[in-house]
């Protein structure tokens, strides 16, 4: 058991084959050397085994708060949802803010561990310390936001006071490989598949009732100063300044027209570098794209209606916005709360669409289905792509914002053979139309809104990613776009590896608090030590808490490579590199130098052609498993040869 402060020290661990609820505290050594959230999720996962079947009943299904989630924190309100990705086979962590992470934590848990399968749909109920399955059969085949507010109804409670519901739509019970878990705010843990392995599991909804219990911290003294420092960096800060900053102002989608000048914004599946680009290289385009009308500025001006906020968060980045459209001869009023960067530009100017309205439609539309946007968006400019080039015989126009609405159905649904097929995300959709060179996505997810012939940081990123490709395990565009901690050239290849090696390892300690990665736009490593000692009691350095960052990460690292993955994985689709297609406008003639920066990113994390040498796993005291069998000179030790 473990005596930390942020801790309950309670875990439920639920058998949904046979219905079974077993509580565990959380073991002393882990808490301390793994942190929580993310940290101690995938260290669950890790423990059930890598080679399990991401679909099958023994994989682990792991909703986990952190020490700090639930308290005065400033972001703390998040949550990390664990398992083996049925997109990638990779190990996965998944987050969402709004005020399930912390009401779980008020109701008495560090975590709950689903395991098995349900024989009919079922929900858990979790209150007081205990939980309780119950029967969902009445809610499978319905849409998210149906599901919630029967919940809602049926448990007497109020969400987004004494309740938390966190679900899946048609998309997770349907097993569309993006599918994801929403929560009630539509918050999304979007990444990596985790709704369809609740679906695998007929787990319709976790719900969490209870009143504001938040933790005290272990050492006061400690934890108001850490508390204020924190405070004051987020008050002083450009990007979080609540009210004034952009990304207070403007939500995450302040991005849209910085990237945009930048030319580092993937444009019609990545073929331009910004809508200015193919409105000059697309002879035949249908109409010209102005990214400027899906901004954060445009849709502040124009649409937004209110601004919400997360458990603990002054900054307020969530814009919900209402709108008017009319579709198929049919006025619909969509009011959602979304509007973020990567979903704006995943189902906008990457599809070469740039209908502001209907794009908050298709976002509310894969939230109530439950699906990732950056995955359903890349994935339509994939079959535009195909469509184009002949591998399909389905004609998909470029940006026509109604087919799109439509195949987010067919898709949600796996209505037809051709939806079926995307619904199995872009990996396997290149082997069923042998159209590899239409892909955008590493180890099988794709890609964010950040062009690596740009952003050479963020190539390096999506190829070592242990989730697959994905901008939040190391946010390179920090100091690559806004400066922090300080500014370096996008372009410039060199010094990108180690520079994203340590913003994976910091994103890591923040994943495992669980805090909002935004509050790195203004916290450092300083407040993060001086509020996670004052509320655990613990007294560990900077050095410290990084190596702890470093070992989660060596820790996924670890698991994936016994899965198969190594160096050769960590790659990224051709036409972002030498012999692809190159940068235009201000990126004129750019490409990703991945090879020159994965042996450099190699060479600061001690691995061996992508793969964590035995000696590493010594040193940081993963004291888990085989080991690799992989040595630091690049020989095969003996336990690797039985």
């Known amino acids: 058991m473990t005596e930390l402060g942020g801790f309950q020290d309670r875990v439920a661990r639920i058998d949904l084959s046979d219905g079974d609820v077993a509580y565990e505290s959380i073991p002393d050594e882990d808490a301390k050397k793994y942190i929580g959230a993310r940290g101690l999720g995938v260290k669950y996962v890790f423990d059930q085994g890598p080679d399990v079947d991401p679909l099958g009943p023994d994989n682990l299904l792991a909703f986990m708060n952190g020490p700090l989630s639930g308290t005065q924190v400033t972001m703390s309100g998040r949550i990390a949802i664990c398992t083996k990705s049925p997109l990638t086979g ?26 098995g399968q349900a024989d009919e749909p079922v929900y858990a109920y979790v209150e007081d310390g205990e939980v309780e399955l119950r029967d969902a059969s009445h809610l499978w085949g319905k849409g998210f936001h149906e599901t919630r507010d029967a ?21 997770g019970e349907n097993l569309v490989r993006y599918g994801n878990i929403m929560n009630e705010d539509d918050r999304a843990s979007g990444r990596g598949g985790t709704g369809c392995v609740a679906g695998s599991k007929k787990l319709k909804a976790v719900v969490v009732k209870s009143g504001t219990r938040m933790p005290k911290p272990a050492d006061q003294e400690t934890f108001k100063e850490g508390h204020m420092q924190a405070m004051q960096a987020i008050q002083e800060s450009e990007v979080t ?5 952009g990304l207070s102002m403007y939500g995450t989608n302040v991005l849209m027209n910085i990237t945009e000048e930048m030319d580092g914004h993937p444009t019609k599946n990545g073929v331009y570098t910004s809508g200015d680009s193919y409105n000059e290289g697309e002879a035949d385009r249908p109409h010209d794209l102005d990214a400027e009308r899906i901004s954060g500025e445009n849709v502040r001006e124009n649409i937004l209606v209110d601004e919400p906020t997360c458990h603990s968060c002054p900054v ?13 001869g049919e006025e619909m009023n969509v009011r959602m709360e979304s509007y973020e960067y ?39 400019a994939m079959a535009m792509e195909m469509s184009e080039k002949g591998y399909i015989d389905e004609d998909i126009d470029w940006g026509d914002p109604e087919q799109m609405i439509d195949m987010i159905e067919r898709i949600a649904h796996r209505e037809d053979d051709l939806a079926h097929t995307l619904g199995e995300g872009a ?21 964010a809104a950040y ?46 590896g180690e520079l994203t090696a340590q913003f994976q390892d910091l994103h890591a300690i923040s994943d495992s608090f669980d805090i909002c990665k935004f509050n790195a736009f203004a916290e450092g490593i300083e407040e993060y030590v001086t509020q996670y000692n004052g509320m655990t009691g613990r007294d560990v350095s900077e050095d410290e808490l990084l190596e702890a960052g470093e070992r989660v990460y060596n820790l996924e690292r670890y698991y994936n490579n016994l899965v198969g993955f190594d160096g050769s994985d960590d790659s990224l689709p051709e036409r972002f590199l030498e012999d692809g297609i190159r940068g235009q406008g201000a990126s004129e003639g750019e490409y990703c130098e991945l090879a020159e920066m994965k042996e450099e990113y190699y060479d600061y994390r001690g691995w061996v052609d992508g793969v964590v040498p035995d000696e590493k796993l010594d040193e940081l005291g993963i004291e888990v498993g085989p080991g690799t069998g992989v040595s630091s000179e690049g020989g095969v030790t003996a336990s690797g040869d039985d």
Do not use: Q
């Open 90 to 115: 990779t190990v996965t962590d998944s987050h969402h803010g709004g005020w399930s992470g912390a009401r779980l934590k008020w109701a008495g848990f560090d975590g709950l561990l689903f395991e």
């Open 151 to 171: 919940i809602e109804e049926e448990v007497e409670g109020s969400y987004g006071k004494n309740l938390s519901i966190m679900g899946i739509g048609t998309a």
């Open 241 to 245: 300044a609540p009210n004034e900053g």
């Open 316 to 328: 307020a980045c969530k814009k919900e916005v209402e709108v008017d459209v009319m579709h198929k």
């Open 342 to 380: 990567e979903s704006a530009w995943a189902l906008g100017t990457n599809s070469a669409n740039d209908d502001r309205d209907k794009i908050a439609v298709m976002i509310d539309r894969c939230n109530d289905f439950g699906m990732d946007t950056i995955d359903t968006g890349n994935i339509l």
């Open 427 to 447: 990996e396997r959709i290149g082997e069923a139309f042998d159209a590899h060179d239409s892909r955008l996505d590493v180890k099988g997810e794709t890609i």
């Open 451 to 496: 062009d690596p012939r740009c952003m050479k940081g963020m190539g390096i990123g999506y190829a070592t990613s242990n989730r697959g490709a994905c901008h939040l395990r190391g946010y390179t565009p920090a100091a690559e776009i806004l400066g922090i901690p300080e500014k370096v050239d996008p372009y410039e290849w060199e010094g990108k």
